[in-house]
């Protein structure tokens, strides 16, 4: 028996479904299966036009580490914070999963679409709150003309 067009088009539509709905729930699982970090140093570069580039090291409690490089530009939003999101996103998500008291997540941090993450243009002073939600500790620990330092760790 073939399959008039509707039919085969409604099968494709729902392969597309089933698709991405596999998609979004194996992104889950990988921010959940992120490996757990001990410390992050936060390099901030500020170009002369005033965008931020992020070069962070994450280093990892198996005693690995990795950097990630995150940058932002355009206007009218805090690039700051976004840049910091970024590397929050790509190490930190795990820690958003183990979070039981959802109504208490300070400004900063959402869930979307069941997918939490950390979120950019909040302003740098939320992730102070945000790290210690999260069991950890966020410092400035340097500042320039073009210059800004962080570091975040886990309080033991």
């Avoid at 998609?23 to 901030?44: C, G, H, M, R, Y």
């Avoid at 170009?47 to 950097?67: E, M, W």
Wanted: net charge positive; aromatic share 14%.
């Amino acid at each position: 028996m073939k399959l008039s067009t509707e039919q085969k088009s409604a099968n494709k539509l729902a392969r597309q479904e089933a698709k991405a709905i596999a998609k979004k729930f194996a992104q889950i699982e990988a921010d959940k299966n992120q490996k757990p970090v001990n410390l992050i140093t936060f390099s901030i570069e500020w170009s002369k036009a005033h965008h931020p580039t992020c070069t962070a090291k994450v280093h990892y409690t198996d005693g690995t580490a990795q950097q990630i490089t995150a940058r932002a530009g355009g206007w009218g939003y805090c690039k700051e914070s976004t840049v910091i999101a970024n590397i929050f996103n790509a190490s930190l998500k795990y820690k958003l999963y183990q979070i039981t008291e959802t109504e208490k997540m300070p400004y900063g941090i959402s869930l979307y679409s069941d997918r939490f993450y950390f979120a950019g243009g909040v302003g740098t002073s939320c992730y102070y709150q945000i790290a210690e939600f999260i069991g950890g500790k966020f410092e400035r620990v340097a500042s320039g003309k073009t210059y800004d330092a962080f570091r975040f760790t886990f309080n033991n």
